[in-house]
């Protein structure tokens, strides 16, 4: 399971040929089926093989991390308020105006079973399995991203292709930097909070009702 071809291989399953069979048209059940198989699949890697331990660093750069977070954070409140406005200025905030309970709830759920599950297999498996076959760190990091943006391509929709592609970048070099699934996951959690709470929720799958 170690080997340059067996690695070849997972890569192509998990992160290629599997996303991109979302796509096509066949039972929702099966898909859900695929999805939890690979999930269970990446999970028994990292106990059992790479024996990895699921636990928080004691070490963490909290103070640098929140200050990057919130910069950016703000930098992209600004851009997306100013988008849903001149797109559909009846969705900015729409949300948290009309269901603040759900926005709270969704909010958790999200953050819980969709942006911790992806950083684990996209940023902690991924970086601890491949990072031997792209040894040059910038292709490294383009190539995570690149395959992020497409574990998003069922949604068939070019924007969500660029904002996941440019948050796969963000998250490949927090993680580079801090080898910390909490930090990327706090940081993937809050960016796409706030993307469901200005009102581009939509177009990401979250749930409006």
Known sequence: ???VIYKFTELL???????????????????????????????????????????????LPWKEFWRNTFILLGIIMVLTSLYVYFTDATKLFVIVRTKLLWWICIVFLYSLFSVYPQELIYRTFFFLRYNT?????????????????????FFKNTLVLILTFLGGILFAITFQKTRSTVLV???????GSWLFTVGMGEMLGFPNE
């Not at 096509?24 to 093989?49: D, S």
């Not at 996951?185 to 960016?191: C, L, P």
């Open 13 to 59: 399953l998990l992160f290629i040929l599997l996303p991109i069979s979302l796509v096509f048209n066949y039972a929702l059940y099966l898909k859900i089926l695929f999805v939890l198989l690979g999930f269970v699949y990446v999970v028994w890697i990292l106990l059992k093989i790479e024996k990895q331990q699921f636990s928080i660093g004691k070490s």
């Open 133 to 153: 076959l792209i040894k040059q760190k910038q292709l490294f990091l383009l190539a995570n991203a690149i395959l992020f943006s497409l574990a998003h391509v």
């Open 1 to 3: 399971m170690q080997s």
């Open 185 to 191: 996951t706090i940081e993937h959690a809050i960016y």
